[in-house]
């Protein structure tokens, strides 16, 4: 769970700002674009695919 606290004088746009900095390095953007639309189980299985040979290349 993230959790923001203010930090001396800053605003909420910037305190907003940071939550969401956050929530995007955790991969919280992704998962929730990910999972607000129906995905095929095809089209599942070519993500998880590509996402192995991007891991494999990197080794």
């Known amino acids: 769970m993230i959790k923001i606290r203010p930090r001396g004088n800053e605003s909420?746009?910037?305190m907003l700002?940071?939550?969401k900095r956050l929530c995007q390095r955790?991969?919280?953007t992704r998962d929730?674009?990910?999972t607000s639309y129906y995905?095929?189980?095809s089209?599942?299985?070519r993500r998880k695919a590509r996402k192995s040979q991007r891991r494999q290349h990197m080794d």
């Open 32 to 34: 929730i674009k990910r």
């Open 17 to 19: 700002k940071r939550f």
């Open 39 to 41: 995905e095929k189980p």
């Open 12 to 14: 909420v746009q910037q």
């Open 43 to 45: 089209e599942r299985r």
């Open 26 to 28: 955790e991969g919280l």
